[in-house]
């Protein structure tokens, strides 16, 4: 959000704070319950996907019904919304990986 607002972007900043919020929640929550069942990687891919896949349909129906942006520009911008979340994905995984190895108490 704030990224939003020094770079000129202020109309995405409320979206942003709650697309990204609700994206933490889905992530930190869903990744808590499969822990239980799965391995690390597993669970950590299938929730940041979860929550990635929020993210992008919650910015296109942001810019659909708040900014009024036309359905079409709207769709656009999804490809991008891919990309960030795919990114988040590939950087996460290993970080909290080497997060975790190094401060083990962190897992609980």
Excluded: C, W
């Amino acid at each position: 959000m704030s990224a939003d607002v020094m770079l000129g972007y202020s109309h995405f900043a409320p979206g942003t704070l709650a697309i990204k919020g609700i994206e933490g929640a889905i992530v930190g929550s869903l990744y808590q319950h499969l822990r239980k069942r799965f391995n690390y990687s597993l669970s950590a891919v299938i929730a940041i996907f979860a929550g990635g896949l929020e993210m992008v349909l919650g910015y296109f129906i942001y810019e659909q019904v708040a900014l009024g942006y036309p359905f079409g520009v709207a769709l656009a911008e999804v490809p991008f919304n891919v990309v960030q979340m795919s990114v988040g994905l590939i950087i996460a995984i290993p970080v909290v990986a080497a997060i975790t190895r190094v401060f083990p108490q962190i897992k609980n």
